[in-house]
């Protein structure tokens, strides 16, 4: 296993478009020992004053790092046998994410903001893609919220401790 990778949970944010979210997760992965993998490209900059707000003087702590694309990050999952440890998080998957068996070292994977991750993820992987149930009023729920939602459930159920 690649020790970049060996952490509780690992958080995959996919073409991430707004700062404040971005900085909001790394500061969650830093109090639950998760790593960050950010795939461009990115809706920001690194330097972003925003990102620096959010993540405050956590960042310098973040276990993080940058992959050009997707494809990239897919081909490093299949020299780790790790595919089948990838869930993509989606409200238009069908599974909710309490209904997955979670174990140390997976990967939850989220898309952009606006648009949330490829379709093709979640018809490639259906039995992986995971949503947080809400009523019908809404589209979603800020990114950094449900990061956090479905990361506490993983921790609870591998039995982590902080």
Known sequence: MDPFWDCSINIVLHEPEIPGNTGTIGRLCVGCNASLTLIEPLGF????????RAGLDYWPKLKWRVLPN??????????????????????????????VTYQRGDFLIFGKETKGLP??????????????PMTDSIRSINLAIATGI?????????????
């Open 150 to 162: 479905i990361t506490y459930e993983a921790l609870r159920q591998t039995g982590e401790q902080l």
């Open 70 to 99: 997707w494809d990239h990050f897919y081909h490093e999952m299949e020299k780790l046998q790790k595919t089948d440890r990838l869930f993509y998080c989606s409200t238009k998957a069908q599974n909710s994410y309490s209904a």
């Open 119 to 132: 379709e093709s993820l979640l018809t490639d992987h259906p039995a992986q893609a995971i949503k947080i």
């Open 45 to 52: 900059s690194l330097d972003d004053k925003y990102l620096r």
